[in-house]
């Protein structure tokens, strides 16, 4: 079946399957969080974004070939609930942006700036940092060589708008202007949109209501 990124928690996950990378998306509990599995296909590496929830469940994706690292989005504690089980049971390295790390309760290995590059097998995922949801949030971006890019969003992005930020008019302003010069900017239509929670979107889908979310201050 063709993917179409609608999981719900207990469900059954989703796959994308790329040229190098194969995306499995799960939603887990209680806040029906996404987490996705990013296997390299050349090597068998594997990258969970969000350990979120639900331990077991992620462990049960990421299966017998274990796990090469784990990225935490953002600090808010419903994206890394499983994050010490699952990199107890894996080893993995994490990784969370630095402005983020110190409210992540599980210690960070490798502190994220703008621009820094997640390695994992054969794939690269390119960080970009956003302020305004969370000082430190991070969006990864795989740029597909057989095709369009992939944006892994936290809750940065969503289909409709940018993440909450609690009617704080400096850091929704914040926020819009970071998704609009490091996301829309610089990547094409095509780029397929993960986020953290809900259904996927695209570059293309959300760019013509920019100003509309503007004029809201949402």
């Known amino acids: 079946m063709a993917y179409t990124g609608e999981v719900t928690v207990g469900g059954t996950p989703d796959v994308h399957e790329l040229g190098d990378l194969i995306i499995t998306k799960v939603a887990v509990g209680p806040m029906d969080n996404n987490a996705y599995v990013l296997r390299c296909r050349a090597t068998d590496a594997q990258?969970?974004?969000?350990?979120?929830?639900?331990?077991?469940?992620?462990?049960?994706v990421i299966g017998d070939d274990g796990l090469t690292a784990v990225a935490t989005t953002?600090?808010?504690?419903?994206h890394?609930?499983?994050?010490g089980e699952v990199a107890a049971a894996t080893g993995a390295r994490t990784y969370a942006g630095r402005l983020d790390a110190d409210g992540i309760p599980v210690p960070t290995d490798v502190l994220v700036e703008d621009g820094d590059t997640i390695a994992f097998g054969q794939i690269r995922l390119t960080a970009r940092h956003l302020v305004g949801h969370t000082p430190g949030s991070i969006v990864l971006v795989y740029d597909d060589p057989h095709g369009h890019p992939h944006a892994f969003t936290g809750d940065c992005l969503f289909p409709g708008g940018v993440g909450n930020t609690h009617n704080d008019a400096a850091a929704f302003t914040s926020l819009l202007e970071g998704v609009v010069t490091r996301l829309f900017d610089v990547l094409p239509d095509e780029t397929w949109v993960y986020p953290g929670h809900g259904?996927?979107?695209s570059l293309g889908a959300e760019r013509p209501h920019l100003e509309e979310w503007r004029e809201r201050g949402w």
């Open 74 to 78: 953002h600090r808010h504690p419903d």
């Open 80 to 83: 890394w609930q499983a994050l």
């Open 199 to 201: 259904k996927d979107t």
């Open 47 to 60: 990258l969970l974004i969000d350990a979120a929830n639900d331990p077991g469940t992620l462990l049960e």
